[in-house]
């Protein structure tokens, strides 16, 4: 028996606690809820110094105050640990809508069809753009529209260029709420979005497009964001904004959101093609040399 005896499951015991410390690293960073959880740390360093310091009155001040931590915790960082424990649902595959249709065989849209509804989002969003028409496009799995949708107007349509364009029509009374779109249809719109609280979002940047990464800080949505003032087009996930994304940023976001599978096309040999090309060349070169001498035997 050595100075340590450290077994296969004490180095997966180690590995999952860091796995969990960084999930929950990735889950609160740039959040208020992680300068709170930064500051509690400290109010915990700060009672385990004054208690090895006897200082007794400050000690006992702090131990009342931990005393209460795990109810203090639930309270402050309620949505966090409500955000947390959906992850978890979800990473199991069983709230998925692919889940279900793997499991009583559904057929799935054709991409097709999903081509199409593509062709419509970008031809609603760029002239969006153009006339500088402000909208906000959340894009959900089903299992977390109802997040959203209870502050909004139930629409159920597809998605059209025509129907996007009339809902945040500025005469319109829903164009200053969010469109939530999930299984590739206009499910709800007018809805109200969280505003992020992160402070490290640019000082420029307005409320629609605080409010669309709040959304994707809390769930895991793609958010599609056109400026009123500018017209430029940006994309929130996971927190992160990228604004005035490009027009081939533009289709990659549609094709994750919408399901467009892209077709391969076969990759074509070059130097082989070449190769052929030059042989046969040749081969027709060596023919007409033998045409030519057997000519001049002739004459």
């Given at each position: 028996m050595g100075f340590l005896d450290i077994q296969i499951w004490d180095v997966l015991d180690i590995i999952l606690v860091g796995i969990l410390i960084y999930q929950l690293y990735q889950l609160l960073r740039g959040s208020l809820a992680f300068t709170i959880f930064i500051g509690l740390l400290l109010v915990y360093l700060v009672s385990f110094v004054v208690s090895e310091l006897n200082m007794n009155m400050l000690a006992s001040i702090l131990g009342k105050f931990l005393e209460a931590g795990i109810i203090l915790l639930v309270i402050v960082f309620q949505q966090e640990i409500r955000r947390f424990l959906f992850y978890i649902g979800k990473g199991s595959g069983i709230g998925k809508q692919n889940f279900w249709q793997r499991l009583f065989k559904r057929e799935r849209k054709s991409n097709q069809n999903n081509v199409q509804l593509k062709e419509e989002l970008i031809r609603a969003i760029n002239n969006m753009a153009a006339s500088k028409t402000g909208c906000l496009l959340v894009f959900v799995d089903p299992s977390e529209k109802a997040f959203f949708t209870?502050?909004?107007?139930?629409?159920?349509?597809?998605?059209?260029?025509?129907?996007?364009?009339?809902?945040?029509?500025?005469?319109s009374p829903l164009h200053d709420g969010a469109v939530v779109i999930t299984e590739n249809r206009i499910?709800?719109?007018?809805?109200?979005?969280?505003?992020?609280?992160?402070?490290?979002?640019?000082?420029?940047?307005?409320?629609?497009?605080?409010?669309?990464?709040?959304?994707?800080?809390?769930?895991?949505?793609?958010v599609i964001i056109v400026s009123?003032?500018?017209?430029?087009?940006?994309?929130?996930?996971?927190?992160?904004l990228r604004v005035n994304i490009t027009q081939n940023q533009l289709a990659e976001v549609a094709n994750a959101v919408l399901g467009v599978e892209i077709e391969e096309v076969p990759a074509i040999n070059v130097n082989a093609s070449a190769g052929s090309k030059t042989k046969k060349e040749t081969t027709s070169i060596s023919d007409n040399s033998s045409n030519l001498d057997g000519n001049n035997k002739v004459s």
């Open positions: 209870d502050t909004g107007v139930p629409i159920d349509g597809d998605i059209s260029s025509k129907l996007v364009e009339s809902i945040f029509s500025k005469t499910v709800s719109a007018g809805c109200v979005l969280p505003v992020s609280e992160n402070p490290d979002l640019p000082a420029r940047v307005g409320m629609r497009h605080r409010a669309a990464a709040g959304a994707s800080e809390q769930l895991d949505a793609d009123e003032e500018t017209g430029k087009i940006s994309h929130a996930k996971k927190g992160k």
